[in-house]
């Protein structure tokens, strides 16, 4: 039954999703729209914003560091040890169900520990899964594999890359996003990602998304398609000829890990005192933020590369799947800032939250918070937009502010299996396209969001 759900919710979207970048486009006229016809804002004042350093020019420094988190992901995912690792997951699978969850789950759980690593490994996993499962003759439904690699973007903001809780750990980052006067103090992880809220809703949503991923897999292999259709078998390595003739020096500095080592010893010495805990220090991991968790991943990627022309070339390969984001970040970012200075974000949070009660603003919140990333898909960016109005609801509530961050955090998160934003790096790896993969997110957004909807009522 979900199988079938899922092939015609599939088709429907298939014949009309637009493409991502239309899509912003759209969207960016939409939200002048409503801003010109709910709030008191003049065309000419929203032009101006959109157009000046609060709107498409607003997020330069968060979006490089989104290129980062993408780049040193992808670096990682395409180290050889990490790659021997996805090719020997891609030969476990014996059907398309098991094959739909293998990718589900390692996206997922990968994702948790980093956003970026998720979504890139889960792309490249789903590539590999379905390049070896035709080879082998299992029938197995491509798009539901890109779909299920991208299943990390939902489970994210509850791991230790989420943008939301990362940036209440620390007095700076809480001043950047409520000014001088803060109305909270530095939270720290225990009362965020290490909540039992958000074991329980996050824990919940890595047993439900794989699990709702092969009950999606066609029954009849008439109606899968196979990655051949989308992608050709990954090129042959080229042989490496760049050494010949190279002088000496260069040659121990580029290709050694002459210069590795002590690049490598350097960050781990930050780590281990970062993350190691002692007296007078509690680990690091209880305080990430997203630089931290950069340089972490940084760390990671040179150690398994070895060499530094090595992880240059793994970057370099990785950076070219940011050229959508850098295309539409600055859109998205104008759509913010109208959305801001209108007071459309605070309209529509504080709308939702004077039609709850105690008990149900955090679902309200959500709630709005999916609806809002339709229009502002970063989650750091929309904490700077809605994060003050969630907050100071939760004061004036009585609720504790903490899990009204979580809740801004799990409606982003949400709402990404509809907006195609950050698919495309996964969509640029597998081959397919955004409508082909939106069908299947958005039948396990559904249950998802019905299990974090508990999880926000029960906690």
Known sequence: MISALGLRISAVFRRTAPD????AILLTLLTVALALALTPSTPASLIDTWGGTEGVWSLLAFGMQMCIILVTGHALASSPPFSALLDRLASLPRSGA????????TACLLAVCNWGLGLIAGALLAKRVGLAMARKGIPAHYPLLAASGYLGLMVWHGGFSGSAPLKVTTAKDIA???????PIQPTNLHHTILSPMNLFITGGLLLLTPLLAAMLSPRSPTHTAAADAFT??????????????KPLLPRLLEDTPLLTVPLVALIGFWAWRFYLPREGHASGLLSLSPDRVNLTMLLLGLALHGTPRRYAAAVEQAATGCAGIILQFPLYAGIMGVMKSSGLTEQLSRTLAEGAGPHTLPLFTFLSAGLVNLFVPSGGGQWAVQGPVAVHAAIDAGIDPAKMVMAVAYGDQLTNML??????????IT???????????????????AWTALGLVIF
């Open 20 to 23: 991502p970048f239309v899509l």
């Open 98 to 105: 098991q094959a739909a969850a293998l990718v589900a789950a």
């Open 176 to 182: 950047e996003v409520f000014g001088a006067d803060a």
């Open 232 to 245: 050709g078998p990954e090129p042959l390595p080229a042989p490496h000829t760049d050494n010949l003739g």
């Open 419 to 428: 907006q195609p934003f950050w698919a495309l790096p996964l969509l640029a």
């Open 431 to 449: 081959g397919v396209k955004a409508r082909d993969i939106v069908g299947y997110t958005a039948v396990i957004m559904c249950f998802a969001g």
